[in-house]
């Protein structure tokens, strides 16, 4: 496939993946030509300045912040993809403002954090790590006093979306009764019972779970009044995003021993990689599992994870496919054998479709196949023709006041190129 990005001087087709991203994925953008760097741990946004320039796929996970600065300093890049579920890190606005599309995989860690949660829930119910640490330092100390079973247990979760909602059928096999609050209308699965409130959750449950996304909005989601309006003797989780909870707020909840325990996988300021040193006012409380976010982290997931980002990153390349796309709205067309595609993403103003119609029918250009969706403010259109696209015509295009971004790819075999 020939990718003719318009204003690109030709040259090697570059892909950065930060923070470890599976080999598969490096394989995926290789084979579809791509020159691949990768990087173990994140960047900061100067280090990420610094290497972006000439990039065109960027791949990264939850830890390295894609603001508009980056993005303003990349003008080559394409297409972004989180090799995560979350892009609360990205700034979509300005990438989709670039014509950047953002694709993540939102379903492909979702089991891996399940799992975690519910080992997490019993060590606490059993209190096992201290149990654990008590034996590694040599004391015998077999007592049942504050150890449960999980069976008959209500689990509170909070955002019943992928996690929760998976997270709610494994407890409900365990014989825990499950309560969760949404903000969202959602299906309660099983048996489990919607709250019309977060007090009211927190109030009737004895174990709390946080799985809410990480829309700015949920920042301090969980302070002094949540912790407070837990019940005695509960317990708290949070495997969502760091910025949702106060730490000092659960570090006084949990030494006052108003909470029992603690599983936090996600921090306000996590460190970028392996070597950083980890800071947190939880460290060394008892009866509180502190993981280095991990709960997508098992080798199932990433490996299932690189090939679905790299596979949707590579299918946009090459045939601007954006189905899942985070930003973009979602169009597939099935690509001819052979053929040149128009790929344009626009502004949602009235009569672009006329407009780009009328442009297309003034060189005398038949189009064989042609879809347009449109996502809030933001529109895109695929277009095939049989022969190449008149380089008048995409200036033309290009010149127009609702264009964001015009790509001609070329269908049908052969190396990418720019
Ligand atoms: N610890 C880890 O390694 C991992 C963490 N995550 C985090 O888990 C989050 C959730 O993942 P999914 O379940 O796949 O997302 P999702 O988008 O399917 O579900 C999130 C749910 O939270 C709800 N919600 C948002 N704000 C809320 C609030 N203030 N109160 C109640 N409900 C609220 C939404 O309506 C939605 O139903 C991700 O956005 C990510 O931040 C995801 C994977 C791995
Ligand atoms: O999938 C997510 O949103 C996660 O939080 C997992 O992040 P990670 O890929 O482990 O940096």
């Not at 004391?139 to 008959?152: I, M």
């Not at 730490?247 to 300021?269: Q, T």
């Not at 090459?318 to 189905?323: A, I």
Request: proline residues 5%; charged residues 20%.
């Amino acid at each position: 496939m020939t990718d003719g990005d318009r204003g690109h001087e030709a040259g090697p087709r570059r892909a950065l993946l930060l923070e470890n991203i599976h080999p598969d994925a490096v394989a995926v953008l290789e084979g579809a030509g791509f020159e691949v760097e990768t990087e173990r741990g994140a960047l900061s946004e100067d280090q990420l300045i610094e290497r972006v320039a000439d990039v065109s796929v960027l791949g990264i996970r939850s830890r390295t912040q894609v603001t508009r600065r980056v993005l303003e300093a990349a003008p080559r890049l394409t297409v972004l993809g989180a090799f995560c579920i979350g892009t609360n890190q990205i700034d979509l606005p300005a990438a989709t403002e670039r014509g950047v599309a953002v694709f993540n995989a939102p379903f492909s860690n979702t089991r891996s954090v399940v799992e975690l949660a519910i080992c997490e829930i019993i060590a606490l119910t059993r209190q096992l790590t201290d149990k654990n640490a008590k034996m590694h330092a040599g004391v015998w100390d077999k007592s049942a006093t504050g150890a449960h079973e999980v069976r008959g247990r209500r689990l509170g979760i909070v955002g019943y979306g992928n996690i929760g909602s998976q997270l709610s059928v494994v407890a409900e096999a365990m014989g825990m009764q499950v309560l969760f609050y949404d903000t969202a209308e959602k299906l309660a699965i099983g048996n489990a019972r919607p709250c019309g409130s977060l007090h009211e959750l927190l109030e009737s449950v004895d174990i709390v779970t946080l799985h809410v996304d990480g829309r700015p909005a949920n920042r301090q989601l969980f302070g002094e009044e949540e912790f407070a309006r837990m019940r005695p003797g509960s317990i708290f989780l949070n495997l969502s995003r760091g910025f949702v909870v106060d730490h000092e707020a659960l570090r006084r909840h949990l030494v006052s021993g108003h909470l029992a325990g603690a599983a936090i996988d996600v921090f306000p300021k996590e460190p970028a990689g392996p070597g950083e040193p980890f800071e947190s006012e939880l460290r060394g409380l008892p009866n509180v599992i502190l993981t280095p976010h991990i709960g997508g982290s098992t080798e199932e997931a990433q490996q299932d994870i690189g090939g679905f980002v790299a596979g949707k990153l590579v299918r946009y390349l090459t045939e601007g496919t954006t189905t899942l796309s985070v930003n973009l709205p979602g169009l597939s067309l099935p690509a001819p054998d052979s053929g040149c595609r128009l790929l344009y993403v626009h502004r949602n103003v009235p009569g672009v479709l006329g407009r780009v119609n009328s442009l297309i029918g003034s060189f005398g250009v038949n189009v064989d196949g042609e879809v347009l969706g449109t996502k809030g403010d933001i529109g895109y259109l695929i277009a095939d023709i049989s022969c190449g696209w008149p380089d008048e015509l995409l200036d033309q295009l290009a010149d127009l006041d609702c264009t964001i971004a015009v790509r001609v790819v070329t269908l049908g075999s052969g190396p990418a190129d720019s």
